[in-house]
């Protein structure tokens, strides 16, 4: 099956999607290979713990986060980037509200569906 965006998204044209919990994203771009999204944290949002078999960049555009990959805890901040590892546990909690860029190779076929996303839902406060 073959899926691709737009080629040029327009952000300010397009509405959040709504993830619960204090998380939005918004669709940047993808193919087969790489699927690249937009999201947005509320202070206190968590990312609950999960694992999957892509491979995941992410850059902090804003805000202040506390990752934790395979057991190891570190905070990063605007202008921050995180790498994943296919299949590492990993979570994340917004210490102060901001946005991250993830970035995903293969696509993430389960995002595409219009299923909710398992581990957003839960919000500190």
């Given at each position: 099956m073959n899926r691709f965006s737009e080629k040029y998204i327009i952000t300010k044209e397009m509405e959040w999607e709504d993830l619960g919990g204090g998380v939005s994203r918004k669709f940047l771009g993808y193919d087969n290979q790489i699927m690249m999204v937009k999201v947005?944290?509320?202070?206190?949002a968590l990312g609950?713990?999960?694992?999957h078999f892509h491979t995941q960049a992410t850059y902090v555009v804003s805000g202040k986060f506390e990752f934790e990959i395979d057991g190891v805890k570190q905070i990063v901040e605007g202008g921050d980037g995180v790498y994943i590892e296919p299949n590492l546990l990993h979570?994340?909690?917004c210490m102060e509200e901001g946005?991250?860029?993830d970035t995903f190779s293969p696509v993430r076929e389960d995002f595409l569906t219009g299923g909710g996303?398992?581990?957003f839902g839960d919000k500190q406060t």
């Open positions: 947005k944290f509320e202070k206190g609950s713990p999960h694992q979570s994340a909690v946005m991250l860029i996303v398992s581990y």
